[in-house]
């Protein structure tokens, strides 16, 4: 059964430096996004993302977050100065039109 | 703000019977729901889910029911398996490919 595949499963920082959060959507969905869940809350939007363009995005994409789809199969999550705050699991998510989404297994994202 | 709301964060059910997830939601405009399972250290996979024109939807051991008026969801599993332990979320969006809103998921505990 086709996957979402996310590396790296964990990552360790530093704060104020750029983290890249890779992911592999399943190939014939169109519609990607990033969610993310701090431990213990819920699991909340970023940005969606779809035709090489941001969609939508929530309060908490704000300009230190970007996302790009370089070659058409990878999709990231770039992070340009960490801070503490971020520290969470970061989910990759594709669907097809109108339908459910899958989530890739996360990636563990620690800010220290 | 809490648009979807799970307000039992744990619940315990023994093998065989039956386990009732519930769920309210705030926003009338939202028309697609679903519930979401998830495991530790994976990220979460789609379970269910059901449209705002219907009141029931099927699959197996699990049903979903909706009941507009009261703006409540619920996840009836039946019966029980101890491998239907996980944290389990109720998401609800808009009409069109709209992120999903996230409630704080409740976490089930089938004992044997």
């Known amino acids: 059964e086709p996957e979402v595949t996310q590396t790296p499963s964990h990552q360790v920082t530093q704060m104020g430096q750029e983290v890249i959060l890779r992911c592999v959507p399943i190939s014939n969905h169109l519609y990607f996004y990033w969610y993310r869940q701090i431990l213990g809350q819920k699991v909340e939007f970023l940005v969606s993302?779809?035709?090489?363009?941001?969609?939508?995005k929530s309060e908490i994409f704000d300009d230190q977050f970007s996302v790009e789809r370089p070659d058409g199969s990878n999709f990231t999550l770039k992070i340009r100065s960490t801070k503490l705050e971020d520290s969470a699991m970061y989910f990759c998510?594709?669907?097809?039109?109108?339908?459910?989404?899958?989530f890739g297994s996360g990636t563990q994202l620690s800010v220290l | 703000d809490q648009q979807v709301k799970q307000n039992s964060p744990s619940l315990s059910v023994q093998e065989g019977r039956i386990s009732i997830l519930n769920c309210d939601y705030t926003n009338s405009m939202f028309d697609y729901f679903l519930w979401y399972k998830k495991y530790p250290a994976e990220g979460p996979t789609f379970l269910i889910s059901?449209?705002?024109?219907?009141d029931k939807n099927e699959d197996g051991r699990f049903t979903v029911f909706l009941n507009k008026s009261a703006k409540h969801l619920s996840l009836h599993i039946v019966p029980s398996q101890p491998g239907d332990s996980a944290v389990y979320f109720c998401a609800a969006r808009y009409s069109g490919n709209t992120p999903l809103v996230f409630g704080k998921g409740t976490r089930l505990s089938v004992i044997a």
């Open positions: 993302f779809y035709n090489n363009e941001i969609s939508e």
């Open positions: 998510a594709s669907s097809r039109e109108e339908e459910k989404l899958f």
């Open positions: 059901i449209s705002s024109i219907k």
